[in-house]
């Protein structure tokens, strides 16, 4: 157990439709990482948090977008969603706001079925 | 031509052989270099990591990172059944952006 927390874990839904998924980072950390994972682009950095501000911004959609409360959750938000969008979508958390290996940690996944 | 490549597989071999993975990448940039481990509907962890170029080992597992040649490997040795899972290479040049990930390569240890 990573001590990262998303949910919900399965989400099926409907095109045009629109969801929002949830992380809860480990305990003292202050950054959170979304991440894409599908078949056919493997996983993919979306958009990094840091104590409430975003800090990087990746392959993120238009139609999706993130924020970070401040209790340090952060909820990812995917609207207009189409089949294309269906994934697993990870979060990671670590305490820095830069790049350290090894302390970063990634929850369970949260995975998307756009039908 | 993505930024980092790697063989999708699946890649089998009987239990007790020596696995070889490998990606290449494209970015000059990249300083850490990470091999991740993902079972079926599970977050990948992280299994050994490398900054620059060199060896690293840790029991029966070996990272190589090759930075002349964009070339990064991971050997398994003396593979055993609860090895098979998919291998996710990972790359970064620090920062604060996310990790650049290889596609993974699926491995199946056959008892």
């Known amino acids: 157990d990573s001590g990262v927390t998303q949910t919900p874990k399965h989400l099926i839904t409907a095109t045009g439709q629109r969801v929002t998924l949830r992380c809860s980072p480990r305990s003292g950390d202050l950054s959170v990482y979304w991440y894409q994972q599908s078949l056919d682009q493997g996983l993919q950095f979306l958009i990094h948090y840091y104590n409430g501000e975003e800090r990087a911004k990746g392959n993120i959609l238009e139609r999706f977008s993130a924020q970070q409360f401040p209790d340090l959750h952060s909820e990812l938000n995917l609207s207009s969603l189409e089949l294309g969008d269906s994934a697993l979508y990870f979060c990671?958390?670590?305490?820095?706001?830069?790049?350290?290996?090894?302390?970063?940690?990634f929850g369970e996944g949260s995975r998307l079925t756009v039908l | 031509q993505k930024e980092v490549e790697q063989d999708p597989g699946p890649l089998s071999v009987p239990e007790g052989a020596i696995v070889s993975l490998n990606c290449t990448y494209s970015?000059?940039?990249?300083?850490?270099f990470m091999w991740y481990r993902q079972y079926s509907r599970k977050g990948p962890e992280l299994l050994m990591y490398?900054?620059?170029?060199g060896n690293k080992e840790d029991g029966r597992f070996t990272a190589q990172v090759d930075k002349s040649s964009k070339y990064i490997s991971l050997f398994i040795r003396d593979s055993q059944p609860s090895d098979s899972a998919t291998y996710l290479c990972a790359m970064s040049a620090g920062g604060a952006d996310g990790l650049t990930f290889g596609k993974g390569t699926h491995l199946i240890i056959q008892p």
């Open positions: 490398t900054y620059s170029s």
């Open positions: 970015n000059s940039a990249f300083q850490y």
């Open positions: 990671a958390s670590s305490a820095r706001g830069d790049f350290i290996p090894g302390e970063l940690f």
